[in-house]
């Protein structure tokens, strides 16, 4: 037996070359790497100056006050690094500050919820160690857009006009920035943003002004210092000392510092891999939700391989109970501690966890035992509403990314993926400082981050607010390795379901054959059966999220099995990006997701 066979069309083909491939969530970045790639840079350098201008034209989905992950592997390197952009929560984040402020979870906007930004720091970061092009050269993309202006995706336009009377009424500087006349702008209007563009020529400004001598990378460390010592730390531990509307219809000032900004450097590290099928998968630390990926791919290892096909009724219902065990773990074990990734990953507990998935769906939270450590037991709330939310104001529903007049958004994100014709290859994810996230900054053009809402007020819990620790993301870009060789990234925004679509992904292409296209395309599923990792932090336990294209039977099988439906439509799920190559050949070949009309792949 086999996978189902992909279907005969294609959105997009799967490009294929031997110069150099870009793919993300936004043409107008994947054409900016791709251009660098065109003048001689290689892939750091590209995806850096990608990730800049994703800041610029994808402003609901991320932004310079927020974060990222990266993974990487520079040719000729022995193995794969994490590039680490996740900030830790500032000094006066404790739990028994928050709860004195009357609540009762993390807001899911606001300056309270702000972790120290890390995405800036860490794309320098990595232009530093990885890449040869000048700051200034790598910038231009992104200050020409923010600069002379860019076309509002339709997406931007809506996501605008749904806090458009939070911005009346509690933001002034957002509202100043992002409407004109008090409306929101239309799909395909031209925006601009000067304020970022004024903030990116400061930070060139000052590698230009160091002595005679200076090299290429201390210009670019005299940017990090600007950022994290000099003046965008200073206007923004300013600025939050302010009142402001949270997402919790209460108003605070932020507790976010100069000596918090200070305090914080983007790093590399180690990867944590597994080996699936004869692939090494490489992801982040416990401190996100990457070695979830892992779990499950272990735990469905134990199948053979036509048991695993997503689109057939078994092999989603395996999938889904996969994950959910899965997940289950990274509630009760992930964080920013050591985690007992040796037990959690090995192939005797995958077989523990295995032998719990039956017949019927299961709709309980259902963490594995580990000796030594007491899993943590999350709140499992079905529905969640704060005292102090407008009667009749709702926090429910589904979208890219879902925001209320509170500002509050399930989450998304973007994604970017670059190789090149030496063989260096990033995944990245930039996340965060949604331009619903908190009140802009007027003087660096941009808000904070709401990363904190993925810690818990309660005490025990391995991701508990606490000042100087990570709150467990959930950014997990993907390198895939053969024989030691860098051969697939990929990457999806999505929050939670970041690694679900991904899992999809690497079981059509590694076991069921499918070009990277056709697993881009083929039909999405995946569980809500698990706390969410954003506002307000409910779970549908047993719930199952589809596309409408897997299948009538499908479906109604999923169904009769217990699980709880909702269908999302044809085109709904999964927001991936990939590039590959093959290290024997040199080929090179790119892909990106349809869905939305938004990503886009290029390449020669």
């Not at 791709?34 to 290689?42: M, P």
Request: hydrophobic letters at 40%; glycine letters at 12%; charged letters at 20%.
């Amino acid at each position: 037996m086999s996978f189902t066979p992909p279907a005969d069309f294609t959105t997009r083909p799967t490009l294929e070359g031997t110069f150099g491939m870009s793919a993300s969530t936004h043409w107008l970045a994947t054409a900016s790497a791709q251009a660098v790639l065109e003048r001689g840079g290689n892939a750091f350098d590209a995806a850096v100056a990608g990730a800049f201008v994703l800041h610029v034209v994808e402003p609901h989905l991320n932004g310079p006050g927020g974060d990222m992950t990266g993974i990487f592997h520079a040719a000729g390197a022995d193995a794969p690094r994490v590039l680490m952009g996740q900030g830790h929560a500032p000094k006066g984040a404790t739990s028994e500050h928050y709860l004195g402020q009357g609540l009762e979870l993390v807001p899911g906007s606001g300056a309270l919820a702000a972790a120290v930004p890390a995405a800036v720091d860490a794309w320098l970061l990595l232009l530093a160690e990885q890449g040869t092009w000048e700051l200034a050269d790598v910038l231009e993309f992104a200050i020409g857009y923010a600069r002379d202006g860019h076309q509002a995706l339709a997406r931007v336009a809506t996501t605008i006009e749904s806090v458009r009377e939070l911005f009346l009424e509690h933001w002034p500087t957002s509202a100043e920035l992002w409407l004109t006349d008090g409306k929101a702008p239309e799909p395909g209007q031209i925006i601009t943003n000067e304020a970022y563009a004024r903030t990116l020529d400061r930070l060139v400004a000052v590698g230009t002004e160091l002595p005679a001598g200076a090299d290429r990378v201390a210009r670019i460390e005299a940017a990090r210092h600007a950022w994290s010592d000099g003046f965008v730390a200073d206007a923004a531990a300013d600025f939050v000392l302010g009142a402001h509307r949270h997402s919790s219809g209460t108003d605070h000032a932020g507790v976010i510092t100069r000596e918090d900004f200070a305090g914080f450097r983007a790093s590399t590290e180690d990867a944590v891999t597994i080996e699936f099928r004869g692939f090494t998968i490489a992801k982040t630390g416990a401190w996100g939700q990457g070695p979830a990926l892992l779990q499950t791919l272990q735990i469905l290892s134990g199948f053979a391989d036509h048991e695993l096909d997503p689109s057939t009724a078994d092999g989603a219902h395996r999938i889904i109970e996969a994950q959910k065990l899965a997940y289950a773990d990274r509630e009760a074990y992930y964080g920013d501690h050591e985690v007992p990734l040796d037990v959690l990953l090995s192939e005797e507990y995958a077989a523990e966890r295995r032998a719990l998935i039956g017949e019927q769906a299961s709709a309980e939270f259902r963490p594995g035992t580990i000796a030594g450590h007491a899993p943590f037991m999350p709140p499992l709330r079905t529905e969640y509403r704060p005292p102090a939310l407008a009667e009749g104001e709702s926090i429910a529903g589904v979208g890219e990314p879902t925001v209320t007049k509170a500002g509050v958004t399930k989450g998304d994100t973007c994604h970017i993926d670059v190789v090149d014709r030496f063989g260096n290859m990033v995944s990245a994810t930039p996340s965060g400082g949604w331009l619903q996230s908190s009140p802009v900054i007027p003087e660096l053009g941009f808000c904070l981050g709401s990363r904190l809402q993925m810690t818990w007020l309660e005490q025990g819990a391995p991701s508990t607010l606490t000042p100087g620790k990570r709150p467990r993301t959930t950014l997990t870009p993907t390198l895939v390795l053969k024989d030691g060789e860098p051969v697939l990234a990929l990457g999806s925004p999505g929050g939670d379901q970041q690694d679900q679509w991904q899992l999809l992904f690497l079981l059509r292409v590694l076991v069921g054959g499918y070009t990277q296209q056709q697993a881009i395309d083929a039909p999405a599923l995946h569980t809500t059966s698990v706390p969410e990792s954003f506002w307000p932090r409910t779970w549908t336990p047993a719930g199952v999220v589809v596309e409408d294209r897997l299948g009538e039977d499908v479906i109604a099988d999923l169904e009769a099995r217990g699980h709880r439906i909702t269908r999302a439509g044809d085109w709904a799920l999964g927001r991936l990006s990939s590039v590959g190559r093959n290290p024997q050949t040199g080929a090179l070949s790119a892909a990106a997701n349809p869905r939305g009309a938004q990503g886009y792949a290029a390449g020669r």
